[in-house]
C-alpha cells in the first residue's frame, strides 16, 4: 500500500493486474489519501516518518515546467513508494502522473522538452508530460543505474555494474554451494557494499522508435567505475552540445592505489574515433560533476586540489572546451562551492556555498569574475535550476522537510511553490531555532544552533542534549534529517546545543582544517564551550545533561565519556570510532584515514599519528563512569560493527549501564522505516531513563 502511515488514513479504492509491458510487469493500486487532526501538535518518530520526500527535481529545456518524484514510506510494508509528479510553473500546480506499486526513479525531461524519462525496475522508460504513451525504452539484462541523453538525442550513455572478479563458482564449478569470497587486494568493500562489480558506461544509439538492448561499454575490462561510489550519479557525467564527446569522472586506480587516493579525473570520450583523454591531468584531488554551458564553449567543475584530502576546498573551475585553457574563479573565496548551475546568458554560474552554517545562493559572472552572494535566511538550499526570471531552488531547515520554491533574482527571497508537507506541518508546533555565538577556550567565536522544545517555556527547566557532529568534516547547517533531527530531539521535550565546533565547513578553511591530526584537541574543548556556555541559562538544567553523536560524533561521544568530568548523565554513539588502531585497519578509506589520523599506528616517528592513536577512546574507559547506548549497524563497513560491540562489551564489563541497538540488515546509517522508528523510539526511551 502505498500512502503516509501515519497520521494518514490509506482508503484503496482498486487493485488491477495489468498486462501491459509499460507497467512493468507490475500489480498497481490506486489510492486517496484523507489527513486526519492529528492527537498533538508535537512531532513523533511516526509524523516524521510520513512525511513526503521530494526527490530529483528536473526542469524542462522551455523553463515552463517542472518534474519531480515524492517518496512516502510505508510501516506495516516496511518500504518506501515513490512516484512522478509534474508541476507547470505558470500557476505552480502540480499533477501526479504514475500511481504504482514499484518506485519511479531518475526523472528528467528529454532535451527535446517532448518526454519525461525515468527508471522503473531497472529499466529506462519514457511517458508523455501529462503521462500517457509509456513507452520502454531499454531493456538490458540486469538492468541500469543511471542514464543520460546526448544533447541531439542521437545517442544515450546509461550506467550498468559490470562483474570483472571471477567468483567462487566460477573458479571451483563443483563448489557451488560455498559461502566465501577470495579477496587479493585493498578496497573489497566501501560503507555499505562489497565491491564485486564496477559501474560502467554504455554508449547506444538512441531511436524514439527502437527499444535499447545493449550498447558498446567505454571502460571494458578497467577495474574501477563511474560514475565514482559511494555518492556519485549521473551528475558526473555531461555531454558536449555537439553529442560527439562524453565527458565524465572517474578515479583509474585499483585496489590499494584506489584505497589510498581521492584523485578523480574528467575524461572526454569521443565517440567517432573511440578515443579518450584525461581533462584534468595533473589536478590531483577530486575532479567532479562537470556543466556544459548553453552555448556549448564552457565546461565548469568542482575541484580538489590535494590528493587523499576528501574535505579540501572545492574550488569551482571553467575550461574553454575549444582551447583547453582553464581558469579558477575562487582563489580569493575561503568557501567550498557545489550544485553548479548555467544561466541562458553563458556568463552566470549559479552555485550552493555553505556559510556561517547556513546554505546559500551564489552567482560567478565569467565577464569580471565577480561573485555575489543572492539569498540569507535560516535554511539550506539544496539545488538550484536558472530560468529566464527567477529561480527554482530546493531548501530544508531544521524545522522543514524539502520543498520547491520560487527564488527572485532581485533580492533574493523566495516564495514556497510545492506545498508537499503543508498538510502535516499545519497541525505540527516546531520548536524554536536560534543562533548564538560562543567564546571558546582559544578566544575565537564559534556559532551554536540552540533548538528549544515546542511550548518551551522560559520559567521551566529543561535537561539538554550535546550534539556532536560526524564527518568530522561534515556541516552543522540548517539540515533535515530522518535520524538526526533537531526537532524531533527537542519535541522529546530537550533543548539541543549543536556546536560548529573546529573542523566543520562554513568558516573558512583554517576552521576546517584544525581538526586533522587532532581528533582530541581542540574541538573537543569547543564542545565542553558549547556545552558549558549553554548550562549557564536558568531553563537548564546541568544536572540534566545527555551527550550524542554519530561517526566521528560515536568518536567524540567515546572519548567524552572518559574526559567530561561529570557534565553528563547519559551518552549515546551510533556507528561510532572506539579503537582507533582497530578502524585504521578495518576501514577501506585509507585517504581519509591516512590524512585525518596522521598516518599509520605502526609509524613509530610520526608525532602526528601516535598522538592520535595515544588518545584512542578506548584508551581511558577506565574513566567510564556513564550509562551509554551503543548503536551500530553490520553492515556498515565503513567503521565496522566490532567498534561498537567492543565499546558495549567494556561499558559492561566496567560495571556501567549499557544498551546494544544493533542493526543486522543497517549500514552506517539507518534507511528501513521500522528500523528508523525504532531507532528513536529506544534514542528517546535511554535519554529519558537517565534525564528524566
Same mark, same amino acid.
Given at each position: ?38 492527537? @498533538? ?22 523553463? =515552463? ?24 510553473? @505558470? ?16 526523472? $528528467? ?15 529506462? #522508460? ?27 538525442? =542521437? ?38 557494499? #562489497?565491491?564485486?562489480?564496477? @559501474? ?38 555531461? #555531454? ?73 576546498? @572545492? ?220 548550562? $549557564? ?40 570510532? +572506539? ?12 585517504? +581519509?584515514?591516512? #590524512? ?38 553490520? $553492515? ?57
Amino acid at each position: 500500500m502505498k500512502l503516509i502511515i501515519y497520521p494518514i488514513t490509506i482508503l484503496l479504492l482498486s487493485l488491477m493486474a495489468c498486462d501491459n509491458k509499460q507497467e512493468a510487469e507490475a500489480a498497481k493500486k490506486s489510492y486517496k489519501t484523507t489527513l486526519q487532526k492529528l492527537t @498533538s501538535d508535537v512531532m513523533t518518530p511516526e509524523v516524521l516518518w510520513s512525511f513526503g520526500r521530494i526527490g530529483n527535481v528536473s526542469l524542462s529545456p522551455d523553463l =515552463s515546467k517542472l518534474v519531480y518524484t515524492i517518496t512516502y514510506f510505508n510501516k506495516e510494508e516496511d518500504r518506501s513508494y515513490s512516484d512522478i509528479y509534474v508541476m507547470d510553473l @505558470s500557476n505552480n500546480q502540480s499533477t501526479q502522473l504514475t500511481h504504482t506499486a514499484i518506485n519511479e526513479s531518475e526523472v $528528467k525531461w528529454t532535451p527535446d522538452g517532448q518526454k519525461i524519462a525515468y527508471i522503473a525496475q531497472g529499466q529506462l #522508460w519514457e511517458m508523455n508530460p501529462d503521462g500517457t504513451s509509456k513507452r520502454q525504452v531499454t531493456d538490458i539484462e540486469d538492468g541500469i543505474n543511471g542514464y543520460v541523453y546526448a544533447p541531439d538525442m =542521437s545517442k544515450i550513455v546509461f550506467c550498468k555494474d559490470v562483474r570483472l572478479e571471477p567468483t567462487i563458482e566460477d573458479l571451483h564449478p563443483d563448489l557451488p554451494k560455498a559461502k566465501a569470497r577470495i579477496i587479493n587486494d585493498q578496497f573489497y568493500r566501501h560503507w555499505n557494499d #562489497w565491491v564485486e562489480a564496477y @559501474s560502467h558506461l554504455f554508449i547506444a544509439d538512441y531511436s524514439p522508435a527502437k527499444t535499447i538492448t545493449g550498447g558498446k561499454d567505454i571502460m571494458e575490462g578497467e577495474k574501477w567505475e563511474s560514475p565514482v561510489r559511494p555518492w556519485g550519479g549521473t551528475e558526473q557525467l555531461a #555531454w558536449t552540445k555537439d553529442g560527439k564527446k562524453l565527458i565524465y569522472t572517474c578515479r583509474k586506480k585499483y585496489g590499494i592505489e584506489y584505497a589510498l587516493s581521492t584523485n578523480t579525473d574528467l575524461y572526454a570520450y569521443d565517440t567517432e574515433n573511440g578515443e579518450t583523454r584525461n581533462l584534468t591531468e595533473g589536478m590531483m584531488g577530486y575532479d567532479n560533476n562537470p556543466v556544459i554551458s548553453p552555448n556549448g564553449k564552457w565546461m565548469a567543475w568542482e575541484s580538489m586540489e590535494r590528493d587523499g584530502y576528501e574535505a579540501d576546498k @572545492s574550488r569551482l573551475f571553467v575550461m574553454n572546451l575549444e582551447t583547453g585553457e582553464k581558469k579558477e574563479y575562487t582563489k580569493d573565496f575561503d568557501q567550498s562551492v557545489g550544485h553548479l548551475a548555467w544561466s541562458n546568458d553563458n556568463n552566470t554560474l549559479w552555485f550552493i556555498s555553505d556559510w556561517h552554517a547556513t546554505d546559500e545562493i551564489y552567482a560567478l559572472t565569467l565577464n569580471d569574475g565577480k561573485i555575489r552572494k543572492l539569498t540569507e535566511g535560516i535554511h539550506n538550499y539544496t539545488a538550484v535550476f536558472p530560468t529566464d526570471n527567477a529561480l527554482i531552488a530546493t531548501k530544508v531547515s531544521m524545522s522543514k522537510p524539502e520543498e520547491i520554491y520560487k527564488v527572485s533574482l532581485q533580492d533574493g527571497k523566495d516564495e514556497e511553490i510545492s506545498f508537499v508537507n503543508k498538510p502535516l506541518l499545519d497541525q505540527l508546533t516546531m520548536g524554536k531555532v536560534e543562533k548564538r555565538w560562543v567564546k571558546t577556550t582559544d578566544n575565537k567565536k564559534m556559532l551554536v544552533w540552540m533548538i528549544y522544545p515546542p511550548h518551551f517555556d522560559p520559567e521551566k527547566k529543561y535537561p539538554a542534549i550535546l550534539y556532536c557532529e560526524g564527518g568530522p568534516q561534515s556541516t552543522v547547517s540548517q539540515f533535515w534529517s530522518y535520524r538526526w533531527n533537531f526537532q524531533q530531539m527537542a519535541a522529546n521535550g530537550y533543548i539541543i546545543v549543536a556546536p560548529n565546533r573546529r573542523g566543520l565547513p562554513g568558516f573558512g578553511q583554517e576552521w576546517l582544517e584544525q581538526i586533522s591530526g587532532d581528533y582530541s584537541g581542540q574541538n573537543i574543548k569547543d564542545y565542553l564551550s558549547a556545552i558549558d556556555d549553554a548550562k $549557564k541559562e536558568p531553563y537548564i538544567d546541568e544536572n540534566r545533561l545527555g551527550c550524542v553523536g554519530a561517526s566521528y560524533g560515536g568518536y567524540s561521544v567515546y572519548y567524552l565519556a572518559g574526559h567530561h568530568n561529570k557534565r553528563f548523565k547519559a551518552f549515546i554513539a551510533h556507528c561510532g570510532i +572506539f579503537d582507533l588502531e582497530s578502524q585504521y585497519c578495518e576501514t577501506e578509506e585509507m585517504w +581519509f584515514a591516512n #590524512w585525518d589520523m596522521g598516518g599509520a599506528p605502526w609509524d613509530k616517528n610520526n608525532k602526528i599519528a601516535q598522538r592520535t592513536f595515544a588518545n584512542s577512546p578506548h584508551k581511558f574507559v577506565g574513566n567510564w563512569d556513564t550509562p551509554i547506548l551503543v548503536i551500530h549497524g553490520q $553492515k556498515d563497513y565503513r567503521i565496522d560493527v566490532s567498534q561498537g560491540m567492543s565499546a558495549f562489551n567494556a561499558a559492561r564489563m566496567r560495571g556501567i549501564p549499557a544498551q546494544y541497538l544493533y542493526f543486522p540488515e543497517e549500514c552506517h546509517w539507518v534507511t528501513g522505516c521500522q528500523d528508523g522508528i525504532l531507532w528513536q523510539r529506544t534514542f528517546k526511551a535511554w535519554l529519558d531513563k537517565w534525564l528524566k
